[in-house]
């Protein structure tokens, strides 16, 4: 924690190297990430990640969403990517990250 000077915010134990949640699920078939939390492009390349299907957001929060941007890699690849959300969830990214949406005039990757 920023300002935290207790013993396991200043651990050299990687277990105490803690980043933001997302999940990354692969299978011969297909590769779904669940949230793109901020952390997302620090595990993505730690992990060797080179294709994702399709993304799944279980709710707005920034510490769940503001990796969307990382996406566009992958996304490029494919030519575009599913997203699954609630309703409330793909509104909130539609408007954070309008560019992403827009396909009359689409952000080049």
Partial sequence: MIGCD???CHSPDPRDQRLRSSIYIET??????VDTGTDFRTQ?????IRRVDAVVFTHSHTDHIMGFDDLRR?????GSMPVYAS???MA?????????FNTSNPVPY
Avoid: N, Y
């Fill in 6 to 8: 207790c013993d396991v």
């Fill in 28 to 33: 011969p078939e297909c590769s779904w990430v």
């Fill in 44 to 48: 993505a390349l730690r992990e060797d």
């Fill in 74 to 78: 992958f996304s490029h690849a494919r």
């Fill in 87 to 89: 309703a409330e969830t």
């Fill in 92 to 100: 909130d990214l539609q408007r954070v990250f309008r560019f992403a």
